[in-house]
């Protein structure tokens, strides 16, 4: 007999895997215009950490069930219903609760992907490709040649990001905060990989050899962001995305002032909110093509089932991983 099972939540908390636990729910009934989807992997992001513990940007009200992205199985219809026929793999709609057994879908929303291509690859496909897609193509005017650099280049976006750029053409450095990350991010394709510190712009400088680097990408902010902006030619843009240190983007009067540096932020869901179904599915389905044909993956550190999820969060919150935290849902 199948047992259904979300992970759910009805507090937060600085220690987010004391909140989440996995509860039973009936079966529910389908509604036309409806879809029931078994959900095949769903991974836990630092955006979904923040959420358990309060402190990411937008919180949904509770009692919620964690996770906002995934992939799944279609397993039924809605009456009088048409959409991506039983059996076809699809992108679960973002934010829909996906650190479940089954999620009730609508089906206008169902991204169908290829069959046959790895679901824990593709259950990644939501957030961060994506989002290293859209920060490569959206601020700069990028020429094959031209190089980017970036900081948390270990992270999740930031692998993503080194493999997007090279089948570009473009010249990635990367900038990690351990030595320990460097090798990780070498396998990926990057050009060059150095770890964070004071000196950053002239190792940068030196490296490139005094290129005029165009495009920062930042996901750390603090003082880190001020290194990267220095590493910059004149009149180029950073664009923040994340505060993996917690602190506030940083960056000096001559930057801003003498140097012409410009600091822009960058939120996934408002691109989401704002642009047309019709350019989104087209980079999904771009995206999707990439992962489906091995040309663009990130690592998995370990998988765990949703009666694991106090441990997967656990192990997802904590530092130096080297991959995501997976969660793959039993299907007897």
């Known amino acids: 007999m199948t047992t259904w099972l979300k992970a759910q939540y009805t507090r937060r908390d600085p220690d987010p895997q004391s909140v989440i636990e996995a509860v039973p729910f009936e079966r529910p009934v389908l509604a ?17 950490v923040l959420t358990l513990t309060g402190e990411y940007g937008i919180l949904p009200p509770l009692p919620a069930v964690g996770g906002n992205e995934g992939v799944g199985r279609v397993v039924e219809l809605g009456p009088d219903t048409q959409g991506p026929a039983v059996g076809q793999t699809v992108l679960l709609p973002a934010g829909i609760g996906t650190w479940a057994s089954h999620v009730l879908a609508p089906v206008a929303k169902l991204v169908p992907l290829p069959n046959g291509a790895d679901p824990q690859q593709l259950a990644m496909l939501t957030v961060n490709p994506p989002t290293a897609s859209l920060l490569l193509g959206n601020f700069v005017d990028l020429k094959p040649g031209d190089w980017v650099v970036q900081n948390a280049a270990n992270s999740g976006v930031g692998s993503y990001l080194v493999q997007l750029a090279r089948q570009r053409g473009l010249k990635t450095v990367n900038i990690v905060r351990r030595e320990s990350a460097v090798a990780g991010v070498e396998t990926l394709g990057a050009d060059v990989v150095l770890v964070d510190g004071e000196d950053l712009a002239a190792r940068v400088k030196a490296v490139t050899h005094g290129a005029s680097i165009k495009l920062g990408v930042d996901s750390v902010g603090g003082s880190a962001t001020l290194r990267l902006a220095a590493c910059l030619g004149e009149g180029s843009i950073v664009v923040n995305y994340g505060a993996l240190s917690g602190d506030a983007c940083k960056v000096s009067p001559r930057e801003l002032v003498f140097r012409d540096i410009t600091l822009k932020g960058f939120w996934l869901a408002r691109w989401f909110r704002i642009t047309p179904a019709a350019q989104q599915h087209a980079l999904l389905a771009e995206l999707a093509g990439l992962i489906a044909a091995g040309k663009l993956k990130a690592p998995i550190q370990a998988t765990y089932d949703l009666m694991q999820i106090k441990q997967a969060v656990a192990a997802a919150a904590a530092g130096e991983r080297q991959g995501k935290i997976m969660i793959v849902p039993r299907h007897e």
């Not at 029931?36 to 979904?48: C, E, G, K, T, Y």
């Open 32 to 48: 036309p215009g409806q879809a029931l989807v078994a959900v095949l992997a769903a991974p836990i992001n630092p955006s979904d």
